[in-house]
């Protein structure tokens, strides 16, 4: 045993001769959380140059130093004995230095600065052709260079507050015994019934393939394989007169092996002969989806909610939290072709706890931001929205109201104050502005809708005893208007059938989501929180392009 461990232990050491030492860096986070108590200690910083300028007649410079871990910079002073200064000071270079935490002359801003003795690595920039210049881009124009727009502030504030938000999410469901399950991206079901999905194939992959091979190498003709059949005929007799002639067993393997050779080429010939340029069509003109990848049509997923039920109904408390895609060829600030839906699903659970169960996630995730991302939220308050702390604290500390879909029609009815756009109606979709209007001007917090008009609503919400109305909550907050969407779904067998025809879909995809009412069918419920939406609400930013890192909408998938 001794002497393994010290042949593991010499391994262990010729292997890291051959290997830089790892790098001991220190995250600029924690360095000014520390500020003037770390005075004294050296250590290793790595970030990117947000602005640097010369000082001393060329003898140092000053570099404004953020490596993301927080809003702020770090101030590194640089001596021109340590390092030519010109390829450190441009906006945008990256540096990997090390030194000595000092504290700054008195009247400084900083309370810690960096002095540096040491330049490991530079990562220079032409300034001239860096497409982030030190003055201010809009955020429209950053969304044309997408794969640098994480070094701005704004869109690093964003990230870190949607890191924070993923984790919340993921330790509020964890704490309240819910269980994180992975639902398909790709689906042959279409949850929402819009038909506005994203479909998946390899059909005009697979039709172009064979139109290039087959003018590389056109398919054989009825003479080809006929030929070809000639040969196996040949070779069959062969092998039969070796056998009547009681020839050795090596020649008669070797003409059995022959054989086998022409009988796979005649094969190979009436597959090619089978080739056809284009997409494959059936006898009655529609695509012979047969003969895709997935045998049948597959899109991509609209919602995971169809596919998480089937845990929900084996292992009562369950969510997804992942991508989701919609063909919507919207341009408006609240639509995106791929965003994210945090999508809980809850067994033996009616339409109230349902409302409880979303009421007190948004509050977690209220809380949440203003206990672990305060200084990207002073950010947001400074630069683009001065009530976003003010809302958070709101809807974190406040009973949200709750009113029914009629109720609410009524009291926007009655609304003289404004002219909205859209006319209110009993039996129309709420739009945006009648939502804010509910939460912002009449009830000045946040507002939970219930019990809907099954026309507007999805085919799997609970129809009410009323039969003109179903189950279903939406949750209204300032700002953005709905943040979350859900209902109790229909358990009843029947129910659901109709449902579904009278949506004018068809039930053989959806036969297995009617097992779940076949076999030990169960009340529950559930909700989707559009995830960017929540992240709109709580930055205040206009646009959700702005709010998910690699923005697909009409027109523009980058990267």
């Not at 196996?232 to 054989?259: N, P, Y």
């Not at 997923?301 to 919507?328: D, I, K, M, W």
């Not at 297995?512 to 992240?535: A, C, N, P, Q, T």
């Amino acid at each position: 045993m001794a002497e393994d461990a010290a042949a593991a232990a010499m391994a262990a050491a010729s292997l890291s001769d051959d290997l830089e030492p790892a790098t001991d860096r220190t995250r600029i986070r924690s360095i000014l959380a520390d500020g003037a108590a770390r005075a004294g200690e050296r250590v290793v910083v790595g970030g990117w140059v947000k602005t640097g300028r010369e000082q001393g007649k060329g003898t140092f410079a000053f570099l404004e130093l953020n490596d993301g871990s927080c809003a702020s910079n770090l101030q590194v002073l640089v001596d021109a004995a340590v390092h030519p200064l010109a390829p450190l000071t441009a906006t945008g270079t990256s540096v990997l230095v090390e030194g000595e935490l000092k504290k700054p002359p008195e009247g400084a801003k900083q309370r810690v600065e960096l002095r540096v003795d040491r330049v490991i690595e530079v990562g220079e920039v032409d300034p001239a052709a860096y497409p982030l210049p030190k003055t201010k881009l809009t955020l429209e124009n950053l969304r044309d260079v997408v794969h640098l727009r994480s070094r701005t502030n704004t869109i690093g504030a964003v990230a870190r507050i949607r890191h924070q938000l993923a984790c919340a999410t993921h330790r509020f469901f964890d704490e309240n015994g819910f269980l994180y399950v992975h639902t398909p991206i790709i689906t042959t079901s279409d949850c929402e019934g819009a038909g506005e999905m994203f479909q998946v194939t390899t059909l005009f992959s697979h039709a172009e393939k064979v139109e290039k091979e087959l003018k590389e190498n056109p398919a054989p003709s009825e003479s080809d394989i006929e030929a070809a059949r000639v040969v196996v005929k040949e070779k069959g007799d062969a092998v039969a007169q070796l056998k009547a002639a009681k020839a050795s067993k090596q020649e008669i393997t070797a003409a059995v092996a022959e054989l086998n050779k022409a009988k796979e080429n005649v094969s190979r010939l009436e597959e090619r002969s089978k080739l056809k340029p284009g997409i494959p069509y059936r006898d009655d003109g529609t695509v012979a989806y047969e003969n895709d990848f997935f045998k049948r049509q597959a899109f991509l997923t609209v919602s995971g909610q169809l596919q998480v039920e089937t845990y929900a109904c084996a292992l009562s408390s369950v969510y997804t939290f992942g991508p989701t895609f919609r063909a919507e060829n919207s341009h408006t600030s609240r639509h995106l072709a791929e965003f994210w839906m945090v999508e809980p699903e809850i067994a033996f659970a009616n339409l109230q706890d349902d409302m409880n169960c979303a009421e007190r996630y948004v509050q977690y995730l209220c809380k949440w931001l203003l206990e672990h991302c305060r200084e990207d939220m002073e950010f947001m308050v400074k630069n683009y929205d001065k009530t976003a702390i003010e809302r958070l604290e709101l809807v974190s500390s406040t009973p949200f109201q709750r009113i029914s879909y009629t109720k609410a029609v009524e009291l926007l009815k009655n609304v003289t104050d404004k002219k909205f756009e859209n006319k209110v109606e009993w039996g129309i979709d709420l739009a945006s502005e009648h939502e804010r209007y509910l939460t912002e001007v009449i009830f000045k917090k946040p507002v939970i809708v219930y019990n809907y008009p099954k026309e507007i609503k999805a085919f799997y919400m609970r129809l009410n005893d009323d039969q003109k109305t179903v189950a279903a909550m939406d949750v209204l907050v300032p700002k953005v208007g709905e943040l979350v969407g859900g209902s109790q779904r229909e358990e009843r067998l029947d129910l659901l059938k109709t449902r579904i025809q009278d949506a004018g879909l068809p039930l053989e995809p959806y036969e297995w989501y009617l097992d779940l009412r076949r076999f030990g069918s169960v009340k529950h419920s559930g909700f989707g929180l559009g995830f960017e939406r929540m992240i709109l609400f709580a930055t205040g930013l206009e646009n959700i392009r702005d709010v998910i890192p690699f923005p697909r909408y009409p027109g523009r998938a980058d990267l």
